[in-house]
């Protein structure tokens, strides 16, 4: 069954900033004196105990943390105006979560590996308004679901060791996203008022909007690449529901834009809970709007080329970056490799194609049209981006500084990165945002 309800008014989307959990994020003098006293940094035997728990994790970790989010959510409703409802009932949060906590039992003796990802669910975090206070009430759901799960096999000993390794991790978070709300201009969410709407497709629209209250402007300037997050008042849930929206325009002062793909479902997936009711938006309406934030983005010093695969909607920060660089004549050369099930879907097609004539050869690019059995015209492809196929130029492999930005499915992903490792590029140039939750 449709949510989408041809009735869904849009009051109930602007509901007043009533509920206190994700209305404000005060700023906190010392954000870690939420964590214990009798927290002490990890002995060699506590490390030992949390390693030794990895195998245990790998085989029952998403049965601890769904039963910890059951437990959590249950005991906390106020907590579900920011968890996803449909990431719960998909199975895609715990699977995250249980992933994140085996990788970090498994990297307990040297977590350098874990840093982009402690990087994004700090980002992801404080996109959502977590508060230190919140890692005591996860800290108590997950001692208990591992109790429950576990049984005798979680020994005293092995408690003792998760306990103080738990907020050893809480502490590298709480500190992360404290630095994120430091920079963020403004804590929770920003009324704000949609100025234009433009249909880019069947399914994927452009909303531009502006603050309500004038005194946010000019507007925090995000890094082409960022996202900001939307949340919506869903009825049949009675709660809020955030998403994440990568900012789909070069920063300006005064609007910023999305490019959201509207969700429909299909005979037994119920539609997309927010892309939905926001697509039932338009011109006057008011959203709810967090600080932007995200790493994926161009470095300070920026290189001579930079090449940007974008799959479907994931060409949002890709666009963002490019109508960006080419605002200057010394920006980086752009190869632009856009993904696409046929000519409907070929989103922004007009504005890259300008580009590409305006710049003087800055810019090139090329879409695959993987739905369509044949293509004619300047630059387009029949079938999936095929790395091994692209030539040595698109994929400026001369260039050993060349970066590489990959947005699409998951599937997509995959598989332009190992193309690319194929074909010389060193991954640490490689840059991947992923549009779902966990491991990209
Ligand atoms: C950093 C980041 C940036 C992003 N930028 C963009 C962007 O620029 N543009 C954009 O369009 N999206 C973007 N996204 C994705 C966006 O945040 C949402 O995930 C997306 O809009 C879907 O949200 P939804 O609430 O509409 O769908 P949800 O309700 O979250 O559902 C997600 C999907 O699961 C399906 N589903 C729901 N319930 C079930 C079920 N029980 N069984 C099976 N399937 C189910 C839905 O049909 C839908 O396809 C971004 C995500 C991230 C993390
Ligand atoms: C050490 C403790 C924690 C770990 C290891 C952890 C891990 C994760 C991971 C792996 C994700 C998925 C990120 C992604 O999208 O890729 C995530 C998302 C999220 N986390 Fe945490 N987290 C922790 C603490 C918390 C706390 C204290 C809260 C607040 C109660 C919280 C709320 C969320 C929310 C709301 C999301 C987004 C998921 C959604 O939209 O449903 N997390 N976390």
């Known amino acids: 069954m449709s949510l989408l309800r041809t009735t869904l008014r849009t009051s109930r989307l602007a509901r007043p900033l009533a509920r206190p959990f994700s209305a ?3 700023k906190m003098s010392n954000p870690t004196a939420i964590i214990p006293a009798d927290v002490v940094p990890l002995t060699e035997e506590h490390k030992a105990a949390v390693l030794a728990t990895a195998p245990v994790l790998a085989e029952h970790g998403v049965k601890v943390t769904t039963q910890m989010y059951k437990t959590m959510l249950g005991n906390n409703p106020a907590l579900r105006d920011i968890f996803s409802h449909s990431a719960q009932t998909t199975g895609a949060q715990p699977l995250a979560l249980a992933q994140s906590v085996y990788g970090y039992a498994a990297n307990i003796n040297d977590l350098t590996p874990l840093v982009p990802v402690v990087v994004r669910i700090a980002e992801k975090h404080a996109a959502l308004g977590v508060k ?8 108590e759901n997950l001692i208990k679901a591992l109790q429950t799960v576990l049984g005798d096999a979680f020994t005293p000993e092995l408690q003792t060791a998760w306990y103080h390794a738990y907020w050893q991790l809480a ?13 963020g201009h403004w804590q929770g969410f920003k009324e704000f008022e949609i100025v234009s709407r433009h249909d880019e497709s069947g399914t994927i629209s452009s909303f531009e909007f502006v603050p309500k209250d004038k005194s946010q402007l000019p507007l925090q300037k995000y890094k082409p690449g960022q996202f900001v997050t939307i949340r919506v008042w869903v009825d049949e849930l009675g709660c809020y529901q955030n998403r994440h929206y990568t900012l789909s325009d070069a920063p300006q002062a005064d609007k910023y834009r999305v490019s959201i793909k509207r969700e429909d479902g299909g005979a037994d997936v119920p539609a997309g809970l ?10 006057g309406d008011t959203i709810q709007v967090a ?4 790493s994926f983005v161009l470095p300070e010093t920026l290189p001579k080329n930079i090449v940007l695969f974008s799959g479907g909607v994931g060409i949002t920060p890709n666009l963002s970056i490019l109508n960006t660089v080419t605002q200057s004549a010394d920006g980086p050369n752009v190869s ?8 409907n879907e070929h989103v922004f097609k007009k504005h890259v194609d300008d580009l590409v004539a305006s710049t003087g050869g800055k ?3 090329q879409a695959y049209y993987s ?7 300047e630059g387009l492809h029949q079938g999936h981006v095929d790395v091994a196929a692209l030539s040595p130029e698109a994929l400026a492999l001369a260039d050993k500084d060349a970066l590489y930005y990959v947005c699409g499915p998951a599937g997509f992903m995959h598989s332009v990165q190992e193309g690319l490792v194929a074909r010389g590029v060193d991954p640490k140039r490689i840059n991947i945002e992923a549009f779902h939750a966990g491991d990209a």
């Open 24 to 26: 404000s994020v005060p």
């Open 132 to 139: 230190p206070e919140h890692y005591a009430t996860v800290a």
């Open 171 to 183: 502490k590298i978070f709480i500190e992360a996203e404290a630095n994120l709300y430091s920079i």
């Open 274 to 283: 927010v892309s939905s009711r926001v697509h039932a938006l338009k011109v």
């Open 291 to 294: 600080f932007p934030v995200g």
């Open 336 to 343: 632009w490799i856009q993904g696409v099930r046929n000519a």
């Open 363 to 365: 810019v090139q690019a």
């Open 371 to 377: 739905q369509v059995d044949a293509v004619e015209g």
